[in-house]
């Protein structure tokens, strides 16, 4: 039970109530109420409002828990309505807020929302700022406007945010002073006892900062003085690549080189202090400067020099970055529902033994553009000899483009084209010292897309990761049905005129080591594709047993190579989805199922399934493909249906499948998979004549089922498995198995089926 708060991020809370606290008071508990955290006592009921400006903390509830012995609450700072560590909030939508030339003040108040409104925007940050915002939230606009600009903002106990520079919303004058030993009060300092733990880290220290904004332009910044040399006496030179390409503006990219450059270029100091008394004495904020002086922990400032109780110390100035302390007994804790009405919580408190708590103070605070040292930006080597290098690179000269064709062992036509260029110099004709890899980039000149495979025979593929035999298809085969019977399938079968390959089964996360699931399907003599969630809402779990038992129960059932669909459609709103907040905890998870899953059954195919397009912004761009580049997987499969937008013709169709360059599209996922070496599938696939997207769906659309199994046998070299998603339900009635309800794209199935089967 504790509250921490930190500077321009979410802070969080807990307050465990007694198991006796009355039934009616729990019950009128509700999420996005708010609890009040007041020193002394005070009655809520009375004093109403007044608690907000008394309070310590204010927090949103976000979560109730009933144990055995305790009730517990819990939830995030009010920074929260900003927009939290996942990207949700009230957003900014389209049209979204376009930025000219404006004012810190005017840019602050320009994406504000009616969640957090404007409490006192203060002058002092100077220059102007042009940059679109839309679909980000309002802590994301905020964050970049601060981190681009130079100012700072916090949320205030009334819920209204607070914007400027530093030293109007902080104390930058210290009135502490941490060290190790000597706590006591002098005229105006407080020195605060405890453990301190002292820690330098040269690991995000950089000399050079390079972002890479719109149309590959840029800023650079580069550190004054270095102080430190590498093994032969070189002055130390550290780039650092920041990639933000689809999120800055030309104009401001040398802005936010330079808040890049000032986070890293100076020796990180991070302290953290366990202190006993602090808490109470609230003489700090989050966001104050404090002095530290820790001279055996290398944390002084002989440049400075602070009397305290008759002893000459040389503190250093550092800015408290968070604090964390217990919610003791002498506190009030109050909680106010959504129509302003509170009640007082603080007879049921089951309070936190006194003393402790933490503080966590560094040189500098952490920008958003710098969170997580290593997740943006790359680090290479060079740097134009670590004080600034203004050359630029020139463009390259390009040689001979040689096409060729050939035919390999499996019978298909297959091209390459060699290029070969010069290596360039800058444009002054010096050498380039800064970059060590070049990139190229590439797009067909034709816009034509997907020619249809022509008229003959089809060769299928040879042997590989999956041999479809039962269907004799160029790709295995399968379908999907809600059923728990092997009716449906048979039919389907029935319906192509031959065998299938496998059977899509879609357990709920607590059935996924149990077998009523694919028992009736056991010895059949086909396969299963296992569509399953990655988590049960937790994803901080290791789920590696549950996922060796899961495999190992297939293989003892008889099957030695299995699909395994893993978070399904990761990138829309699942209770399992990925999402900016949590992606590379994702990608971890499905890394230890795969290996889990791999270990148990040699065979199995790991299967990673994406929505067709950008999943509706709940995963940016960057993100998601981080997720297919950190994952482990055989093949990708997005799913893809005759839905926004249905295709009736070939315009629409080379619309809708893109490019390789054009983020999300079907030919954009192939081009992921050929660059990797890896296979191509679809996890789901159908028509769509039902409810869900009425006015957006094809229907009865044979054109949908020629077209797209048409290209799937273009590239029918790296296409292993596609399961048709057979639902009759009336939300979306993809039923091709029931002859009454897509007798169209039902005939023109079996043609295709027919044609390309060997």
């Known amino acids: 039970m504790a509250v921490q708060s930190v500077i321009r991020k979410l802070g969080q809370w807990s307050v465990q109530l007694r198991a006796d606290a009355p039934t009616g008071l729990i019950a009128g508990l509700s999420p996005f109420g708010h609890i009040a955290i007041v020193p ?36 995030p700072g009010l920074e929260a309505w900003l927009g939290d560590d996942e990207g949700k909030g009230q957003d900014i939508e389209y049209p979204g807020v376009t930025l000219t030339s404006a004012t810190f003040a005017t840019a602050v108040n320009a994406v504000l929302k009616s969640s957090v409104p404007a409490g006192t925007i203060y002058t002092g940050v100077p220059g102007t700022i042009s940059h679109p915002f839309v679909y980000v939230t309002p802590r994301t606009a905020l964050d970049y406007i601060c981190d681009t600009m130079g100012g700072e903002w916090r949320v205030t106990n009334q819920g209204r945010l607070d914007a400027g520079p530093a030293a109007s919303l902080f104390r930058m004058t210290p009135t502490c002073v941490i060290v190790r030993k000597g706590a006591g009060y002098d005229v105006t300092l407080k020195a605060l006892p405890g453990t301190v733990e002292s820690t330098w880290d040269a690991k995000p220290y950089t000399t050079r900062v390079v972002l890479v904004a719109a149309a590959l ?88 020099q602070v009397d305290f109780r008759g002893t000459m110390l040389q503190p250093k100035a550092l800015r408290v970055l968070s604090l964390t302390w217990p919610v003791e007994d002498g506190y009030t804790v109050a909680y106010r529902d959504g129509n302003g009405a509170w009640t007082d919580l603080t007879p049921w408190v089951q309070w936190e033994d006194a003393g402790g708590g933490e503080i966590e103070v560094a040189d500098l605070t952490s920008s958003a553009l710098l969170a997580g040292f290593g997740s943006i930006g790359t680090q290479v080597s060079g740097g134009g000899g670590g004080m600034g290098d203004a050359a630029i690179p020139g463009a390259p000269v390009f040689g001979e483009f040689t096409t060729s064709s050939y035919q390999p062992a499996d019978g298909l036509s297959m091209a390459s084209v060699r290029l070969t260029w010069a290596t360039p110099l800058n444009t002054d004709g010096s050498t380039i010292v800064d970059g060590d890899h070049y990139e190229v980039r590439y797009r067909p000149v034709s816009t034509s897309v997907n020619p249809l495979v022509p008229a003959g025979p089809v060769v299928p593929i040879g042997p590989g990761p999956y041999v479809a035999t039962r269907s004799r298809l160029p790709w295995a085969l399968g379908m999907f049905d809600n ?3 092997t009716a449906k399938f048979d039919a389907f079968q029935s319906m192509t005129g031959g065998l299938i390959d ?8 607590g059935d996924i080591t149990g077998s009523w699931w694919w028992s009736p399907h056991q010895g059949r003599g086909y396969d299963v594709m296992v569509s399953v969630p990655m988590y049960d809402g937790s994803i901080s779990t290791n789920n590696a047993g549950m996922w060796t038992t899961a495999a190992q129960n297939m293989v003892t059932a008889g099957w030695t190579r299995t699909f395994w669909r893993l978070g399904v459609e990761f990138n829309l709103a699942n209770s399992w989805q990925a999402n900016d907040g949590n992606y590379t905890t994702w990608i971890t998870r499905f890394n230890e199922a795969a290996a889990a899953i791999k270990a148990a059954q040699p065979g199995a195919r790991i299967v990673l399934c994406p929505n067709e397009g950008n999943g509706a912004g709940l995963l940016s761009q960057g993100n998601t493909i981080a997720v297919v580049n950190g994952c482990n997987w055989d093949i990708l499969a997005p ?49 769509s004549s039902g409810s869900q997207w009425a006015g957006h769906c094809g229907g009865d659309n044979p054109y949908y089922i020629n077209y797209l199994m048409d290209w799937l046998a273009t590239n029918r070299d790296v296409v292993e498995m596609v399961a048709y998603f057979e639902e009759p339900d009336p939300y979306l009635r993809s039923d091709i198995t029931t002859t009454a309800i897509n007798p169209n794209a039902r005939a023109a199935f079996q043609a295709k089926v027919t044609a390309y089967r060997a």
């Not at 009736?648 to 080379?654: D, I």
Request: charged share 20%.
């Open 40 to 75: 002394g006592r005070m009655d809520p009921t009375e004093r109403g409002s007044e608690l907000l400006d008394a309070a310590r903390f204010v927090g949103r509830l976000d979560s109730l828990t009933a144990g055995t012995d305790s009730f517990t609450l819990a939830g």
């Open 217 to 304: 332009a840029g800023g650079t910044a580069d550190a004054v003085t270095v102080p430190y040399k590498d093994l032969h006496g070189n002055t130390v030179q550290v780039t650092r690549v920041i990639d933000e390409q689809d999120d800055t503006l030309i104009a401001n990219a040398p802005a936010r080189a330079q808040v890049a450059l000032a986070q890293t270029s100076v020796l990180a100091h991070t302290i953290r202090l366990s202190a006993d008394d602090f808490d109470l004495a609230g003489d700090f904020a989050c966001g104050d400067m404090v002095w530290v002086y820790d001279p055996e922990g290398g944390v002084y400032d002989t440049g400075n």
């Open 502 to 509: 496998f059977v899509d089964q879609h357990p709920a996360w």
């Open 639 to 687: 799913d893809y249906y005759d839905q926004w937008e249905p295709i009736y013709n070939s315009g629409q169709a080379a619309a809708r499948f893109g490019s390789a360059s054009t983020f999300g599209t079907m030919n954009y996922w192939l081009g992921v998979v050929r660059t990797k070496g890896r296979r191509f599938g679809l996890g789901e696939w159908g028509v």
């Open 483 to 485: 059923g728990l019977t």
